[in-house]
């Protein structure tokens, strides 16, 4: 998506070979319009495919998560990353391990918002190791319904969370995909994803 990398290119600072602050339009400040086109492309690319749920995780997962639901006009469930005072019986949980922060954290989602015969569509923000993704994998095959795809904001493909994903068969759609973070300047990658498998 050429309007992402752009933005990523004037506005995303490169902390480390391995890290990407995007706080001025996607992690803190957030660009209601950029959202809205990241949620249009979303559903544009995933038309086809009877998404009947949306389930993303908090907090940045949420924005571009309701913005494909608005397109797709189907409901968005965030995974807590906390335990809420107001969500407390029949949960789906599993354990998500941060490699980047370096913590675990148990997410859930209740069973009343998603059900066997849905149709689900994961988006999150970012894409590194994969470990945010399979646990909210986890959850949607416990609820029993199918995970039809990923749709992922910005994926940094050199690390292995995007490769992981796509050798479980699980179609990820990235809208932007990172190749490299070297020298304070961010490459991105447009090769065909069987190309990087
Ligand atoms: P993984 O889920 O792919 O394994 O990712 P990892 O554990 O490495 O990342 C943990 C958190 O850090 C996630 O956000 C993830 O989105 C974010 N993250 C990973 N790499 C980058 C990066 O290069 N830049 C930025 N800005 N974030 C990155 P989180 O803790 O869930 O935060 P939030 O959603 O509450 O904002």
């Known amino acids: 998506m050429k309007r992402l990398e752009e933005r990523i290119s004037q506005d995303g600072q490169v902390l480390s070979e391995h890290v990407l602050k995007v706080d ?22 995933f038309a086809n495919d009877g998404i009947t749920k949306i389930v993303t995780i908090e907090s940045s997962g949420i924005a571009p998560a309701v913005m494909a639901g608005l397109y797709l006009n189907v409901q968005v469930v965030f995974a807590r990353k906390r335990k809420s005072l107001t969500l407390s019986e029949d949960l789906l949980t599993a354990s998500v391990h941060s490699f980047t922060k370096n913590e675990t954290n148990e997410i859930s989602i209740s069973k009343k918002y998603v059900h066997k015969d849905d149709r689900v569509l994961i988006i999150d923000d970012f894409l590194a190791n994969g470990q945010a993704a399979l646990g909210l994998i986890d959850i949607v095959k416990q609820s029993g319904a199918h995970v039809t795809g990923i749709g992922i904001v910005i994926e940094k493909s050199f690390q292995d ?31 065909q994803v069987e190309e990087l498998v």
């Open 24 to 45: 001025r339009f996607l992690n803190h400040q957030i660009d209601p319009v950029l959202m809205q086109e990241i949620g249009k492309e979303f559903a544009a690319r």
């Open 161 to 191: 969370g995007a490769a992981k994903l796509r050798q479980l068969g699980i179609r990820v759609e990235s809208l932007a995909r990172i190749a490299a973070l070297t020298n304070g300047k961010v490459t991105f990658t447009h090769k």
